[in-house]
Each structure stands twice: as structure tokens, then as C-alpha cells.
């Protein structure tokens, strides 16, 4: 696709935006996009408007007493600086963080990619969580063989995992 704004060289940037509900996608370059202001992200408002600021700075879903108790990071000082204060700023402004990265990642929880052994673990923990689910709904339901069964799987995961760690 050629770019929307030079028609010249090929689209390699699509840039949305919505205004009032009216969406307006674009295709363009890397050097229009570089030399439209208009397309240019400011991280400080995406940031405020993901937080729950207006662009004047007003907050909207926090008061602004809200400060960690132990370095006193308050949401605003975090949206100027764009960085946490301490470890204890994550439990404090939980419920903002994980609604910055639902909006930015569109999920809260790790999907990627990870280390070859941790995700061997990770899979190893998975199918012995699956396989006590069904150990417990054959218990409930009285399918005392299967569970039987099932509970020998787990042992032998178990061990399986022990010997790869």
C-alpha cells in the first residue's frame, strides 16, 4: 500500500484515531509519519488519559492525597515522571497499573515468549493443575476409578517434575 500522505513510498505505519466516535485510519511512511505532528504520540497524555487525568491535569479517578506509604509517589507525580517510585507503588496504584496495561497490552497477565526451562515447569505445573481439576470433579461426581487413575498421573508429574528441576 502506498502512503496516504507522499503517495510516494510504500505505507509501512497504520496510525488510528478516533475523535467524538469518528474513526480515521491512515497508511503512511516512516518519514511522514516522523514529519506529521499530527501523528506523533505524546506517551505523557496517553498515560494521563489511560490513568484517569484529563488534559489539564485534573484527576478524574483517584484522589490526590492517594500516595504510596512508603516512598509517597502520588498518581500524579507518577504520570509527570512516567515511572514508579518504589516496589510498593505497584500494590498501591494496583488497580491503575492493571488498567494502563489492559489498555495498552489488552491483558493483564504474561502471554509471550519465555526461557526454554522455566517454560517446561510452567507446562509441567499447568497439566498437574488440569489433572487435579479433573481429579476433584470425579470425586464429586463418584467416578472413584477414574480418579484413581488420575491421582497416579498426578504422582507420577510430580515426579516427573522433581527429576527436571
Do not use: W
Request: glycine fraction near 6%; proline fraction near 2%.
Amino acid at each position: 500500500m502506498i502512503c496516504q500522505i507522499c503517495n510516494i513510498n510504500e505505507a509501512t505505519v497504520h496510525f488510528t484515531r478516533i475523535i467524538n466516535s469518528n474513526k480515521v485510519e491512515m497508511f503512511v511512511c516512516d518519514r511522514c509519519a516522523k514529519e506529521n505532528s499530527n501523528i506523533k504520540i505524546n506517551i505523557n497524555q496517553l498515560l494521563s488519559g489511560i490513568l484517569g487525568y484529563d488534559s489539564s491535569g485534573i484527576v478524574t479517578k483517584h484522589s490526590k492525597s492517594e500516595a504510596c506509604p512508603n516512598c509517597g509517589m502520588t498518581i500524579p507525580e507518577f504520570n509527570t515522571i512516567g515511572k514508579m517510585g518504589c516496589d510498593k507503588c505497584y500494590e498501591t496504584f494496583e488497580t491503575s497499573v492493571q488498567t494502563l496495561l489492559k489498555r495498552m497490552q489488552g491483558n493483564v497477565n504474561h502471554s509471550g515468549k519465555m526461557p526454554k526451562k522455566l517454560a517446561v515447569r510452567f507446562e509441567f505445573e499447568k497439566e498437574i493443575s488440569e489433572l487435579k481439576t479433573e481429579l476433584r470433579k470425579c470425586i464429586e461426581e463418584e467416578a472413584y476409578e477414574r480418579a484413581a487413575e488420575l491421582r497416579d498421573q498426578i504422582k507420577e508429574k510430580e515426579k516427573q517434575k522433581g527429576v527436571t528441576q
